[in-house]
């Protein structure tokens, strides 16, 4: 099955500067990649996803790029607010029309620093 | 409020007891599913439904069992409770967008089984 992993697991930026989570993925048919913000005591959000026939979007300060080459795939925040602190998981999945099922990675926890 | 909510928010009940979790989406969602999040954050599918159908069954004790009285419910049933069973249960749904299915989380039901 589909093995994903995440780097790093947590992660410390002064506010205003850059973050960056990047994870791989094992199965080369996942042709799917969200991003999931998840707050203290909350469900994860989705923020933002990217297909595999894509290889980078954006959506105002965060950013997806995928390599479905090398088989990875990171979130890129930019002038980062202490509101994006939170745990970011990516996940991948193969779409199978009403089958999906999401593999997560491991959780980064982003601390943003005032 | 257009969502996923999840009944109750907490749950903690001793081993061997029987409880069960209830969730509903609003959204005209087709796709619901369960997910379970241990203490290391790590999230694991366990069901999936599509339409009242069992689409995905992971690797899960039958102690476990859903149930979908309609595309808008979907509840999930523990037996006989383990001190394993303690974490916090995640209901999510989803709908088709282009040739993939975004799945939208509720709020989470933590369970404690002393």
């Known amino acids: 099955g589909e093995n994903v992993e995440q780097h790093p697991s947590t992660l410390s930026v002064q506010e205003g500067d850059s973050a960056v989570i990047k994870c791989t993925y094992s199965?080369?048919?996942?042709?799917?990649f969200p991003w999931y913000k998840q707050e203290l005591g909350k469900g994860p959000q989705l923020i933002i996803d990217?297909?595999?026939?894509?290889g980078e979007k954006k959506d105002q300060r965060i950013a997806v790029t995928l390599n479905k080459t090398a088989k990875h795939f990171s979130l890129h925040i930019t002038e980062t607010q202490p509101e994006d602190s939170a745990v970011y998981f990516c996940?991948?999945?193969?779409?199978?029309?009403?089958?999906?099922?999401?593999?997560f990675g491991t959780g980064t926890r982003l601390t943003i620093i005032p | 409020d257009t969502a996923v909510s999840q009944t109750p928010k907490y749950l903690v009940t001793q081993m061997g007891n029987d409880k069960s979790i209830k969730c509903e989406q609003n959204?005209?969602?087709?796709?619901m599913y369960w997910y379970k999040q241990d203490s290391k954050k790590f999230l694991k599918i366990m069901f999936s439904?599509?339409?009242?159908?069992?689409?995905i069954n992971e690797t899960v004790p039958n102690r476990f069992s859903p149930k979908s009285p309609d595309k808008a419910h979907l509840n999930l049933h523990i037996n006989s409770l383990e001190l394993g069973d303690s974490a916090v249960y995640f209901c999510?749904?989803?709908?088709?967008?282009?040739?993939?299915?975004?799945?939208?989380f509720g709020p989470g039901t933590r369970l404690t089984v002393t």
């Open positions: 999510a749904s989803s709908y088709r967008t282009g040739l993939v299915y975004e799945q939208y």
């Open positions: 996940a991948a999945s193969i779409s199978n029309f009403g089958n999906e099922k999401l593999t």
């Open positions: 990217i297909r595999s026939n894509v």
């Open positions: 199965d080369s048919a996942s042709n799917y």
């Open positions: 439904y599509n339409n009242k159908e069992l689409i």
């Open positions: 959204l005209g969602h087709d796709t």
